[in-house]
């Protein structure tokens, strides 16, 4: 199977939900477990929560674009923002890392991307906004892929 999807949301808490469920809904056409599907929907929302409070907090509004894209068995996602970037990559993806203690952050959005996906990369620099990619490779498709190919 091969599909893609492009998705651009302004940065507003609202449109969390809203690209939650377009994940999701992509990645449903591998026809995950149950389980597969929470985690990969849980990932994207950690990442565009990430892209709309942390990436424009230096300037204001702007858009967050969500790119998905399935080949055979594998679903991957890019979440990027073109906003304020991320200074230490190594140091941001630390559990427990957090820039904004005070907003009752607990650090996790990395750390739940990388238990949940079976890749993340991050791609940031200061000012140079950050594009986030992750992948899951789902189990009943490949299984799939295999037994057609017998
Ligand atoms: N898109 C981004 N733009 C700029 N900085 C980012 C971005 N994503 C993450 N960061 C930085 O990386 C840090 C760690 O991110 P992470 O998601 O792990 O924790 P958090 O967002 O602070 O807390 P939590 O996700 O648990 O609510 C953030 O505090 C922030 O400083
Ligand atoms: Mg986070």
Request: hydrophobic fraction near 40%; proline fraction near 2%; charge should be negative.
């Amino acid at each position: 199977m091969k599909n893609e999807m492009r998705l651009e949301i302004l940065s507003i808490s609202e449109n969390e939900a809203f690209a939650r469920a377009v994940a999701g809904a992509f990645a449903a056409q591998l026809n995950p477990t149950l389980e597969e599907l929470a985690d990969i929907k849980m990932a994207v929302s950690e990442a565009v929560t990430n892209a709309i409070i942390h990436g424009y907090e230096c300037d204001g509004k702007r858009m967050v674009e969500i790119h998905g894209v399935i080949r055979g068995s594998v679903v991957a996602f890019e979440v990027i923002d073109q906003g304020c970037g991320i200074d230490d990559v190594d140091q941001a993806r630390e559990p427990f890392y957090t820039s904004k203690p005070d907003l009752e952050r607990s650090g996790m959005g990395f750390t739940v991307m990388e238990t949940f996906m079976d890749k993340v990369e991050v791609t940031s620099g200061k000012d140079k906004g950050t594009k986030v990619f992750m992948l899951k490779a789902i189990k009943a498709a490949k299984e799939r892929e295999t037994s057609d190919h017998e």
